[in-house]
C-alpha cells in the first residue's frame, strides 16, 4: 500500500512518516504542497492530508482531487475544528484524525479507510466491539452475551453504522439507507432512534457523535 502524507510541518511529516514505516506501511512517501499531489495522486492508495497547507488549503485540494479520484483520504485537523471537520466529510473525505495525530490511531484508520474501500460490497457479517456483537446476517446483537430486543429501524442503524465500524457515517448517508429518503421529520426520528439504541446497548463511547455531521461505530 502506497501511502502519502502530505503536511507542510516537516517535523510532524517526518514522525508520521517513521511512524506509518514502523507499523509495517513500507512505502510512505510525504510532500509539503498541495498541489504537488495534485498532480501526483495516482501514485497512492491511501491520502493523509493536512488542511493547513502552504499554497492551497487542503480542503480545496481534497474538493480538487474528489473530481478525478476516489482514493481514500484521511483528513489532518486541528483540534476543535468541527467545522473543517464536517466540511471535509462532506467534500469526500473519509475519515480525519485530530492532531496531534497519534500514530496508532492513524495506522488504524487507514487501514479501515482502504480496507473500506477494496471491500465494496463485501461487507462484514459479524461486528464485534467490545462486549457487543452484531450479528448483521442473523438481524441479531448480544451486549456481554445477552441478546438486546432492537426496534427494526434500531437494528437499521446499528447495521449501517457497524458496517462501516471505525468510520464516520453522515446522518443524510443513515437517512437515505434507511428511509430512502431525507427530510426534517425523518431526521428528528433518527435521533429518537440513535437514542434508544445508545439507551438499550448501554455503552456509552460505542456510538460517537460527530457533530454536524453524523456517528461512528467505535471499536
Ligand atoms: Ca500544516
Known sequence: MRVVVVEDDAGLAGALVDGLRIRGFDSVDHLSHGLDLLTSHENYDVIILDLGLPDVSGYLVLRQLRKVS?????????????????????????????????????????????????????????????????????????????PIALTQKEFAVARVLAERAGAAVGREELMEEIWGKKNPSISRSLDVHVGGLRAKLNRPGLITTIHGFGYRWDR
Open 70 to 146: 476516489s482514493v481514500p483520504v484521511v483528513v489532518l485537523t486541528a483540534e476543535n475544528d468541527e467545522l473543517a471537520v464536517v466540511s471535509c466529510l462532506r467534500a469526500g473525505a473519509d475519515d480525519y484524525v485530530v492532531k496531534p495525530a497519534r500514530v496508532n490511531e492513524l495506522a488504524a484508520r487507514l487501514e479501515v479507510v482502504t480496507r473500506r474501500r477494496h471491500a465494496d460490497d463485501r461487507r462484514p457479517e459479524v461486528v464485534v466491539a467490545g462486549d457487543v456483537r452484531v450479528d448483521l446476517r442473523a438481524r441479531s446483537v448480544e451486549v456481554a452475551g445477552l
